[in-house]
């Protein structure tokens, strides 16, 4: 519902892939300026998933606020 969404990516070791090993993942957390606050999880950093938790297109005069990841520049596009 925001108009204004900040949104980042963050790596994080949660799991057991095996004996001494733990599985990566990533956090995408979300939080709108509405008090939304989201917490996307998926297990790399692939540029679709910022469409898979967004949707496509965006509502007109919205904003999003992130840091240099292309991933944020390619859902723009």
């Known amino acids: 519902q925001?108009?204004?969404?900040?949104?980042?990516?963050?790596?994080i070791k949660a799991g057991r892939e095996a004996p001494q090993?733990?599985?990566s993942g990533f956090f995408w957390p979300i939080y709108g300026?509405?008090?939304e606050i989201c917490?996307?999880?998926f297990g790399n950093r692939?540029?679709?998933?910022?469409e898979a938790v967004?949707?496509?297109?965006?509502r007109s005069g919205s904003v999003m606020l992130s840091?240099?990841?292309?991933?944020?520049?390619t859902y723009a596009a």
């Open 2 to 11: 925001s108009h204004v969404i900040t949104m980042d990516e963050t790596h």
């Open 21 to 23: 090993k733990m599985r």
């Open 33 to 35: 300026d509405q008090d």
């Open 39 to 41: 917490f996307e999880y």
């Open 46 to 50: 692939n540029h679709e998933n910022v």
């Open 54 to 58: 967004l949707g496509r297109g965006s």
């Open 67 to 73: 840091d240099g990841y292309g991933a944020y520049a």
